[in-house]
């Protein structure tokens, strides 16, 4: 009910003002009343709704599946909530499986709706739905890690907001045997923007391109970034 309410007082009667700005000259900018709103929603309890009660949250799956319901009228809605995708899965990944200078670095960050993030996982030319197939490498060198491919469908990555991918790629040691070909699959923390990520072009979904969050072709050619940043695999 608080929900519904704060939708209608707030966030529905934004809906034309949002509408002209994904029209105009500025759509690739973060539209500027998101931030008003996102105050607002916090300052009523609102706010990282998604989380689960085993990571301090309040509401069970099949609450906050009547809570999405409500956002799910409104195309923006969610991160006024800071309960937008893919954020609130990488947050969840971060709170369950990193380290204490990960969390501290991105999902602090993250949970105060300061930064957005992205997922690399889809890839041209493969059918990613199956992880076995991707193609991108992630290759220990030293104490780094060198991470090579292109992804696409990289949902959030247009948005100037965007400061942290998880990649995921296929990882592997010069010094050890092949991995097994469930058991070879890591995620790594890739900063952004970054040397060699490239952000190339914006794509469509059923003819719309979701600006200012998009969903993004990104290649990322001898990315660097030290071993530290693996989140889950190798």
């Not at 971060?94 to 997922?119: D, H, N, V």
């Not at 942290?164 to 790594?188: D, E, M, N, W």
């Amino acid at each position: 009910a608080r929900v519904r309410a704060f939708m209608g007082g707030e966030v529905l009667p934004r809906e034309a003002e949002f509408a002209e700005h994904v029209g105009s000259e500025k759509r690739w900018t973060p539209w500027p009343a998101m931030e008003v709103l996102k105050e607002r929603a916090k300052a009523a309890g609102l706010w990282n709704l998604w989380l689960p009660k085993d990571l301090g949250g309040e509401l069970s799956a099949a609450e906050y599946a009547a809570v999405a319901e409500e956002m799910g009228g409104c195309v923006f809605a969610s991160e006024v909530f800071n309960c937008s995708a893919p954020d609130t899965g990488n947050m969840e990944l971060l709170a369950r499986f990193g380290t204490p200078e990960q969390k501290r670095r991105w999902l602090e960050p993250l949970l105060a709706g300061e930064i957005r993030s992205c997922f690399g996982m889809t890839e041209p030319g493969v059918a990613s739905s199956d992880a076995t197939n991707i193609a991108a490498t992630i290759v220990e060198d030293g104490g780094e890690l060198v991470v090579d491919g292109t992804k696409w469908w990289t949902s959030g990555a247009m948005d100037s907001r965007c400061k942290l991918c998880l990649f995921l790629g296929k990882s592997s040691s010069p010094a050890g045997p092949p991995p097994l070909r469930h058991k070879q699959h890591t995620i790594v923390l890739l900063p952004m923007p970054h040397p060699g990520i490239h952000v190339v072009r914006p794509l469509t979904v059923y003819g719309f391109d979701d600006a200012p969050h998009g969903h993004a072709e990104v290649r990322f050619s001898a990315v660097r970034v030290p071993a530290d940043h693996v989140l889950l695999g190798r």
